[in-house]
């Protein structure tokens, strides 16, 4: 009996992360592939070729990305979002939601951006619970006059999903620098605790 428990954990050792890995990609697949209804029906791939191939939309997704991306890199595609952003903060409610939008999607893919500067360890909920957090910049505007000393602007994902989490403004002082890249402290986060980098292990908290 010992014989077949180790046998089935071992087994979903090894389907279960492949299982979900074939999941997700079938699912972003899927979904990429419904951008070949914008296609003319003649020239969608199912009725050239005859069948269903998986995959066409990604390219197709790809393409339209690159093509936006070249005409707004050029002079004439600058103005244009320009125009296009000062429209859309004419319109109420479209204008407060397109705007923190854009704020945050500048920050995470602009070339020059650092949106998760530094991989910290900080204590929360409550002083002795440690967890693993990211610095994203420093307290600014009227919140940086209210706060006396040094400030930085901490971003504390939730695990296993590290895109809901909370926003909070910590003392540096109360704040340690990892070594560890953003990467490895988001595989840390994602893993929960189970994948554990190999600089993680001389940083423990005093």
Known sequence: MNALRRWLLAGLLVLVPLAITVWLLNWVIGTLDQTLQILPLAWQPDRLLGFHIPGFGVLLALAIVLSIGA??????????????????????????????????????????????????????????????????????????THLTGDYMSVYVPT????????????????????????????????????????????????
């Open 71 to 144: 005409v707004a890199s050029n002079f004439l595609g600058r103005k244009l979002v320009r125009w296009w952003d000062a429209l859309l903060s004419r319109i109420p409610i479209v204008r407060s939601i397109y705007s923190s939008v854009k704020q945050v999607s500048d920050t995470l893919f602009s070339e020059n951006g650092n949106a998760f500067r530094k991989a910290l360890l900080v204590q929360w909920p409550r002083e002795g619970v440690w967890t693993i957090a990211f610095q994203t910049g420093m307290p600014g505007g009227d919140v940086a």
């Open 159 to 206: 695990t296993p999903n590290p895109t809901g989490g909370y926003f909070v403004m910590l003392k540096r002082s109360d704040c340690i620098e990892l070594k560890m890249s953003v990467d490895e402290a988001l595989t840390y986060v994602i893993s929960m605790g189970v994948v554990v980098p190999g600089s993680a292990a001389s940083y423990k908290p005093k």
